[in-house]
């Protein structure tokens, strides 16, 4: 049923300044910035931004996963952008780790690394 991870959006408070933090997190501009949603294409797979809050609330009740080369310097760099950890590296089996983030706009954003 599921082929791939295609779009991950995240609800945001403050539209620019989340933008500007994962064009800084990701070292990629947005390809779709306009003031109801930005988007920005990750190797093909989207992250969006979205401004309408309505009805959304600060949780941990889902965590999409993003792979990343080298997962300590994944955390550090989005800690140094103020992201808080969450769930700090973990190895869960062989070569694989994850680690879960917090940005500074509520949003749990999962790195995972390995085979």
Same mark, same amino acid.
């Given at each position: 049923?599921?082929?791939?991870?295609?779009?991950?959006?995240? /609800? $945001?408070?403050? !539209? %620019?300044? *989340?933008? +500007?933090?994962?064009?800084?997190?990701?070292?990629?501009?947005?390809?779709?910035?306009?003031?109801?949603?930005?988007?920005?294409?990750?190797?093909?797979?989207?992250?969006?931004?979205?401004?309408?809050?309505?009805?959304?609330?600060?949780?941990?009740?889902?965590?999409?996963?993003? /792979? $990343?080369?080298? !997962? %300590?310097? *994944?955390? +550090?760099?989005?800690?140094?952008?103020?992201?808080?950890?969450?769930?700090?590296?973990?190895?869960?089996?062989?070569?694989?780790?994850?680690?879960?983030?917090?940005?500074?706009?509520?949003?749990?954003?999962?790195?995972?690394?390995?085979?």
């Amino acid at each position: 049923m599921f082929n791939k991870l295609r779009t991950v959006i995240y /609800h $945001v408070s403050n !539209l %620019q300044q *989340a933008k +500007e933090w994962y064009t800084a997190a990701t070292g990629i501009q947005p390809y779709f910035d306009e003031p109801f949603y930005v988007g920005f294409d990750i190797n093909g797979f989207e992250l969006g931004l979205d401004p309408d809050m309505a009805g959304v609330e600060q949780g941990n009740h889902h965590v999409a996963y993003w /792979h $990343v080369d080298d !997962l %300590q310097a *994944a955390v +550090e760099k989005l800690v140094s952008l103020k992201a808080t950890i969450i769930s700090p590296i973990n190895n869960v089996g062989g070569t694989i780790g994850v680690a879960i983030v917090q940005d500074p706009f509520g949003n749990n954003i999962g790195l995972i690394t390995g085979a």
